[in-house]
């Protein structure tokens, strides 16, 4: 959008000033010579002509601002209006090209605070595609169970009390999958602000270790810690100790009975690495980038009742901290989770 405004305003003004100074010199050259001479039409002539001169100069390079002003608002109007690329930056100097260089610097916080909006959008999109999906099941499960006892279909004692187990395992299983989806909805939509301070972390992994105890004896299997005394790690202990948590459960669910699990931990002056192994089945080498997805699971037979949203919750916990993670497994033989905390 162009505008004549400034430029109108400019010339009313200018021409004012002129003619004032005009009138100035007219009455300085009558007390000077006291009357209009050859000199004084000379001398107003030069006048004159120096006053225009100066117009045109000044008239010239502020016009060249405007412009360079009124490309800017182009450029504005085209990416706001028409979504349309902007050129490439051009660098100068001065305060137009100042006011270039923040154009584009506020161009640049705005496609980021408008992927961020999309972002948001399809994470919501999706996270409410995924719950909605995963509750089909377990829903329509309970209302056949339901309908059967309402109706009283089912008469043996021992059937009825298979159904209101089962019933139990679908309420549990939703109940951890609608938490879990809030936690990661919250952590990923940076709602969590995770409170890092120094920790030892052999208390956290034992706090961890007792989370999944009565899993592990119910199954037979044997915890193993080895993290020294003097290990420390600068994170938030609360969500470092429920991602260690889903970890041993995930281990505990796909290792056999009477297995051994191993909690290791390792500091050296670039690093603390934490590390969870079991020998359970192992994970094909095609399915491990595919194993932090929200609802993926490997082995399906495996404790049917999981949800499978244990992984993607701990690596965005573990993330969120300023960690990574990374598996390790050969099928048939171990699987190895490594969480690293760079110093």
Known sequence: MRSSYERSRFRVIYFIMAFLFLVIVMIWTLNVWGKFTRRTVELIGIVVVFTFGIYLICYRR??????????????????????EEPPSEEYREGTIGILYSNFYKMLHV????RNREMEEKIFLRDIISDISHQLKTPLASLN??????????????????????????????????????????????????????DNQLRPLL???????????????????????????????????????????????????DGKPIWIEAEQTAVYTRISIKDEGPGIPEKEIPNIFKRFYRVHQEVNPNSVGIGLSLTKSIVEGMGGSIHVKSEEGSYTWFVLTFVH
């Open 62 to 83: 502020l016009n060249k601002v405007y412009e360079e002003i009124e490309n800017v608002s182009v450029l504005m109007t085209d990416v706001i209006e028409k979504d």
């Open 144 to 197: 056949v169970f339901v309908d059967l006892l309402q109706e009283d279909k089912v008469k043996e004692p021992e059937k009825r009390k298979q159904i209101l187990t089962e019933t139990a395992n679908q309420l549990s299983r939703m109940e951890w999958m609608v938490l879990s989806m809030l936690k990661l909805a919250r952590i990923e939509a940076g709602a969590i602000q995770f409170e890092r301070r």
């Open 206 to 256: 034992m706090q961890a270790a007792e989370g999944v105890q009565f899993l592990v004896q119910e199954r037979r299997q044997t915890l193993q810690l080895d993290c020294m005394e003097n290990i420390s790690l600068v994170c938030d202990g609360d969500w470092l100790v429920e991602a260690i948590i889903n970890l041993l459960k995930n281990a505990s669910d796909y290792s056999g």
């Open 110 to 113: 705005l496609k980021q605070s």
